[in-house]
């Protein structure tokens, strides 16, 4: 009720006055790289050295200090996707993960204000789950292909097509589609939503690859949709195969978003969570994460005894949030994510279900 209430709270001042009408509008700082700059962000780019030449550190130290000071000055919390690139990752992000940890973990802090450093679908989740806060994401194009691959028109049609069967779906979509779904899961806990269900038919959508890795660790019949991630689908067997032939001692690490033939050569596959811990408990002494391209440097920086092998298949969604859109929108509070009333507690109902699944 509490939630309920605060939602229409939020969306009756949303729907009257702008995000940079409640807030205000900030001046733009000087961006100059000043001794003093450079002096307060040196702790930083001992993070990132290795990733970011020093020629370019000094267009990076200016927006870098403004953000942190700014986003204190606004009481904002800024979250980071494992995906993001290492100046933003390791240095002004408060909150790091994968899409639904950063929604959850953005409940427990007391910011009124959440920059969402990720794609669409994650800053709609984030709004769901945090529905009186007021969440903003510098680019509002950061979309998805696996998230547009399905509508919720398109889950209503699933539903008369194959009634009574249940629908999962992952966390990865727009909040139009949760809303009209029975349950989300994540690639951590798809095979545990999709077996808590007592029919031995299920609907796991939107991620064809990830319902095929499902479908081969249960023993209900799953049913997909052709959605894939543009980033994991590139990933094929063959092409590892000669990562192994070049180097036998690499180990292949990939995500459930890749072909089930991908994860029959890899030593291991998991979510993203899953991907980070296995690398961190294991230390292999070269690895090759099949997955987005900068998580390998994200990572790299707690591990540099790890020889990162990369690809470096990267998302083209995911790099349009930049320094210089995460300072507009702190300073500006420009591109505020709303969610439709009519739908959004149907869209959190899923998400919630997911999260006390073990409860």
């Known amino acids: ?103 959850r973990d953005a409940t ?78 994540t690639s951590a806990n798809a095979v545990d939503v999709v077996n808590s269900f007592d029919s031995d038919t299920v609907l796991c959508i939107p991620d064809e690859y990830l319902a095929m890795n499902v479908a081969n660790q249960t023993t209900k019949k799953i049913l997909t949709w052709k959605g894939h991630c543009e980033v994991h689908e590139r990933f094929t067997a063959d092409e590892l195969l000669e990562y192994k032939r070049a180097d036998p001692r690499i180990e292949i690490v990939a995500h459930p978003e890749c072909h089930p033939s991908v994860l029959a050569v890899s030593d291991y596959a998991g979510s993203t969570k899953g991907m980070i811990d296995y690398v961190k408990t294991n230390r292999p002494a070269r690895v090759l994460l099949v997955t987005e391209c900068s998580m390998a440097s994200n990572i790299q920086v707690e591990l540099p005894d790890v020889d990162f092998v990369k690809p470096c298949n990267l998302c083209p969604h995911m790099k349009r949030i930049t320094l210089p859109k995460i300072l507009d929108s702190l300073l500006y509070m420009t591109e505020e994510v709303t969610v439709d009333p009519a739908i959004a507690g149907r869209a959190r109902l899923a998400v919630e279900r997911m999260i006390n699944l073990k409860n």
Request: glycine content about 4%.
């Open 108 to 185: 427990r802090v007391d910011a009124e204000i959440i920059v969402q450093c990720g794609v669409h679908f994650m800053a709609e989740t984030s709004k769901l789950l945090n529905p009186a806060k007021t969440v903003l994401i510098p680019d509002g194009r950061a979309g998805c292909s696996l998230s547009e691959s399905i509508t919720g028109a398109d889950v209503r049609l699933l539903r008369q097509r194959y009634p009574g069967v249940p629908v999962v779906t992952y966390v990865n979509t727009s909040a139009d589609v949760k809303a009209e779904t029975d349950i989300c899961c």
């Open 1 to 103: 009720m509490e939630d309920a209430n605060a939602l229409k709270a939020d969306t009756a001042r949303a729907s009257s006055r702008t995000a940079a009408e409640r807030f205000g509008v900030l001046e733009r700082p000087d961006l100059s790289y000043t001794p003093a700059v450079a002096k307060e962000t040196a702790h930083l780019y001992d993070k990132v050295r290795d990733f970011i030449p020093a020629i370019e550190w000094p267009v990076f130290a200016p927006y870098i200090h403004a953000i942190n000071r700014i986003k204190k000055e606004r009481g904002a919390v800024i979250l980071a996707h494992n995906y993001q690139t290492p100046e933003i990752f390791h240095c002004v992000a408060d909150i790091k993960g994968d899409s639904l940890q950063l929604a």
